[in-house]
């Protein structure tokens, strides 16, 4: 992969986080639905939505910065989703819970990380309004990883009581 600017290098990203937010939409309505603890998949249903805006503010951070929409297969997303789909079908009840809430989280800190590099990025090159978009949601997938940290907390500490 050769990327020839830090703009090209910032679209990349752009276009990577695209794809992730969108597969992250579906991946999230498949915790909610599969996950039987009720806080954990109340978090999950309502990320789903938050993270649907996501997906529309990023088209606004292409707008902002005149660029088409366009994706780019992020492979660390695609595995995640992958290896949670062959841990769900060999486990569940509390194991696949647990495991649930432990993918959500490390999906957030991939997000979080890769928000974090886009919005110092558009902000050196001048894109303060898609950087300010872009931070927007980068502390939103902060507090979604406390909410979830929160929850996987509670989790342990529910299952530790029985």
């Known amino acids: ?3 020839d600017s830090p703009e090209a290098l910032l679209v990349e990203g752009l276009q990577e986080l695209y794809y992730s937010e ?3 939409v579906d991946a999230l309505g498949e915790l ?3 996950t039987e603890d009720e806080s954990a998949a109340q978090a ?3 990320h789903q939505e938050v993270t649907r805006e996501h997906v529309n503010r990023i088209e606004e951070v292409f707008e902002q910065m005149d660029q088409e929409p366009d994706t780019k297969q992020e492979q660390v997303v695609d595995a995640l989703i992958d290896e949670h789909e062959q841990f769900a079908q060999e486990n569940e009840g509390e194991v696949l ?3 649930n809430i432990e993918v959500g989280q490390k999906t957030e800190h991939y ?6 590099n886009a919005t110092s990025l558009a902000g050196k090159l001048g894109y303060d309004e898609a950087a300010d978009t872009l931070e927007q949601t980068l502390r939103e997938e902060e507090q979604a990883l406390d909410e ?5 907390e509670q989790f342990d500490e529910d299952i530790a009581a029985d």
């Open 1 to 3: 992969m050769t990327t």
């Open 22 to 24: 969108q597969q992250l």
């Open 32 to 34: 909610s639905e599969q």
């Open 44 to 46: 999950f249903s309502q």
């Open 97 to 99: 819970d647990r495991y």
């Open 111 to 116: 997000e979080i990380a890769a928000y974090g």
């Open 148 to 152: 979830l940290s929160q929850v996987g």
